[in-house]
């Protein structure tokens, strides 16, 4: 679904609550897991058949998010730093990308802890018990940049929109501590339109 077209009551309704809500840090049921490797690509193409190329780099000293790692972000997606104190799982929210100037509704957003004992898998295990209403976790192993990562498709349902989605997300280690990415969106469609810029994240991240 592209912003600017005209929307019914109950999703402006949705656009509220998630515009106005820092949502997502809410057990988890385990489907199994799977085992694969990131491919990658000059350009990033998703469900919907679109691509993305690269608007920076965000992560270093001096950059909006300074994180214990690096990677692209999609071009006219807006990072921002994060300061309240949300925690999910082991993690803290700590930055924040907005897809809302690229034309979608929903963040990626990065959540880290200083130091934390746990791999990779634990630490996103950990994560999605954290959000209530998570379900049909699928797992699978990826490495980028010297990293490996384990990385997490799963399915969220609302209570109070009483609606499932598709979400994602993925956690490595690093000698400054855990992180995690992870992508959420408006609904499925919207999940599915973002995850070009998902996807270019993943395959661009390095230790910063």
Known sequence: MRVGAGSAGRRVAQ??????????????????????SASPSARTSGAAGTSVSSGGTIGAAGSACELPVTFDTAKNWKAEAVEAPLRQGPVTLACEIDAKPAGNIGF??????????????????????????????????????????VEVEYLYTSELLEETKKERALA???PDGPVVLHLGGLDT????????????????????
């Open 15 to 36: 656009v509220a609550l998630l515009v106005g809500v820092l949502a997502g840090c809410s057990g988890a049921a385990e489907e199994g897991d799977s085992e694969e």
């Open 108 to 149: 990626l957003r990065v959540w880290a802890a200083k130091s934390g004992d746990g791999d990779a898998r634990s630490v996103l295990r950990a994560f999605v018990a954290g959000e209530d209403g998570a379900s049909k976790e699928k797992y699978a192993t990826f490495t980028s940049g010297g990293l490996t990562g």
């Open 172 to 174: 490595v280690v690093t």
């Open 189 to 208: 469609e919207e999940h599915e339109e973002m995850l070009p810029a998902y996807e270019l994240a993943k395959r661009t991240l390095r230790t910063a």
